[in-house]
């Protein structure tokens, strides 16, 4: 915790500086986020290849399966957030991280599909349990909104590291496919539970805003989120960039199979690379100088960069590298700007009396990535390359929203 002169001093400061002047604590929490996060990458992406493999599981099945995962993290977000704001954050991240190594655990140990499925559902447990409550304690150590904003940058930044470098080492070593990496995946939650039992105060950091100590009930706390329009139309916009992500992580690759499937298996490789490395280096500068503009208009451009990637995916009717790489380096250019921007836009909307609750609704912007491949699918079926223009129309939607609502957006940032 920094007193008032420390915070408005580091906004003074370069980059380095800011992040040096970090609590010892955020530090150790981007560090769990890498560790975490890189072991998830090496088997997390090929977790449908292992239940097609091991269990001849459908595309449907998987999906069901996915989607239901997806869902009961939402509800055990807002649960658990609210848990983690009555009780603090200790409590919610060591069940976390106790659910988190058990949940993986199954996942490496299962004979059959329904202890696989029920570790699925753990694994949704966990990762409510684990990522709002995470950042909502990097906000409470952060009093200053710079500062809040450059850590979740860096916790965005490292998560792209860990996806760019985690399959890479998966392959490497020949764990891809394997269930028993998800046991690596669950062992790194055990340093993070001891680090958090250790050097993470019991109760509450951030002090009530009311002294009155009245105890506002889960249903309550729904009702507060359901009437906050603005913080319902950033989360809006979230789900929508994610339903548009997930098609390039899901849809493109089989379009790219219509095109020409010779070809597409070592495209689809090349730009999955020059997306991440884009990404990485992109958002390396990008921080500098957009730190002068305002979220709404930061959110608004990298929109409009999604769109306009979306249409170049529609007219890119054959597999040149170069035309697929450029096209590619335009989308991740947006996701640079947008993903992480709306991180931080959720974050800041969040009143701090109830922060682990909207950071736990925050979650619902995975019912996008949940939902999109179905969609998507659809989608390509009926309409071929027309699946990108439905994606831009999404991204011109998004774009809208934080139009429409700017204004409100930026009286509710100054007020906070």
Known sequence: MTTRPAAEECTETGLFRTLKSFPATVHALLFFTLVIRFSYFMAWPFIAVIMTQNYHMSPIAIGVAMTSSALFSVVLGMYGGQISDRLGRRVILLLGCGFSALGYSLLAQAAGMGLFIIGLMTIGVSFAWVDPPLRALMSDLLVDRRRR?????????????????????????????????????????????????????????????????????????????????????????????????????????????????????????????????????????????????????????GGFIFALSQICFFSTRSTEIWLWLTVTSVFSVGEAILMPNLNILLDQLAPPEHRGAYLGASMLSTLGIAVGPLIGGIMLAMTGAGVFICTALLSLLLCAIIYAYRNRMLARLKDA
Do not use: W
Request: hydrophobic share 55%; glycine share 6%; aromatic share 12%.
């Open 149 to 301: 904003a450059l850590a979740l940058q860096m916790r965005y930044y490292l998560i792209n590291v860990a996806a760019v470098f985690g399959p890479l080492v998966g392959i490497a070593f020949g764990l891809t496919s394997q269930k028993g990496t998800f046991l690596i995946t669950g062992l790194t939650y055990i340093p993070f539970f001891i680090y958090v039992l250790l050097f993470i105060p019991a109760g509450k950091l951030v002090k009530e805003q009311d002294g009155d100590g009245v105890t506002v009930k889960l249903h309550q706390v729904i009702g507060i989120i359901a009437r906050d329009n603005i913080y319902i139309a950033g989360l809006l916009c979230s789900i929508l960039c994610s339903v548009v992500f997930i098609h390039y992580e899901a849809i493109l690759p089989q379009y790219l199979l219509l095109l020409n499937s010779d070809a597409a298996i070592k495209l689809i490789t090349l730009i999955l690379v020059t997306n991440a490395c884009t990404v990485l280096v992109f958002q390396t500068f990008i921080m500098r100088f957009l730190a002068t503009v305002s979220l709404p208009k930061r959110i608004l451009l």
